[in-house]
């Protein structure tokens, strides 16, 4: 009855119904755990430091204004890593089965073991340049880095993309081997890339991964 009063109100009064664009809610959330500097960026101050920088100012803007909440915490004194210490901050933020978690470095490390830990469900899991690969010398990254990866976790999250790139350095192509052997997933090996920091891609944007996201 209701379309057959609007119909009739049309005719009798010319009147021009416009239909309202529908627009797509996006139902999905991001959180990017940067990677762990040298001992040299304790002293610097948020505008020089670069552990939180390279791509992941870019990408939480694209995801932003693409309707992708997207947050980046900082991790505690990341150039000493602490897996409790990171524990703790990263639980800060909510976690769930439309999430897509992103790690760079040491950060795909952390992600890797707390979702073997938690048995979170997620949505995506993304590493970049991902390290598994200690110095044995150095006081902290070993008890960081020493884990066995939980298999399982690929029967909880829906994708598992890793990048990686052909000059990346020998002890990162051997990470990702790891990585990939215990969580198999998709890898995308894009050239002169390095480490992806932006001294080695020689710029912020990071489209290859916004795309990946967004797929």
Request: overall charge negative; glycine content about 6%.
């Amino acid at each position: 009855k209701l379309k057959e009063t609007i119909e009739m109100l049309q005719k009798k009064y010319d009147l021009c119904i416009l239909e309202l664009p529908k627009f797509k809610i996006i139902n999905k959330d991001c959180i990017i755990i940067h990677g762990c500097p040298s001992d040299a960026e304790k002293a610097m101050d948020p505008e020089t430091r670069t552990y939180d920088k390279h791509w992941i100012p870019w990408l939480k803007k694209e995801l932003t204004a693409k309707g992708i909440e997207t947050k980046t915490p900082l991790m505690p004194d990341p150039w000493a890593p602490d897996y409790n210490a990171f524990k703790r901050e990263f639980e800060k933020y909510k976690v769930s089965e439309k999430t897509t978690l992103i790690g760079h470095s040491c950060g795909c490390a952390f992600l890797v073991r707390w979702l073997g830990e938690s048995k979170q469900k997620i949505d995506r899991l993304i590493l970049i340049a991902p390290w598994k690969i200690a110095d044995e010398e150095d006081q902290f990254r070993p008890a960081f880095y020493n884990y066995a990866i939980d298999e399982k976790i690929k029967e909880r999250v829906s994708k598992i993309i890793m990048f990686t790139a052909d000059d990346e350095e020998e002890d990162g192509k051997k990470s990702l081997e790891i990585f990939q052997k215990a969580l198999g997933g998709r890898i995308i090996n894009l050239q002169n890339h390095g480490h992806y920091t932006l001294g080695d891609m020689g710029t912020e944007e990071f489209p290859e991964l916004l795309n990946t996201i967004l797929e």
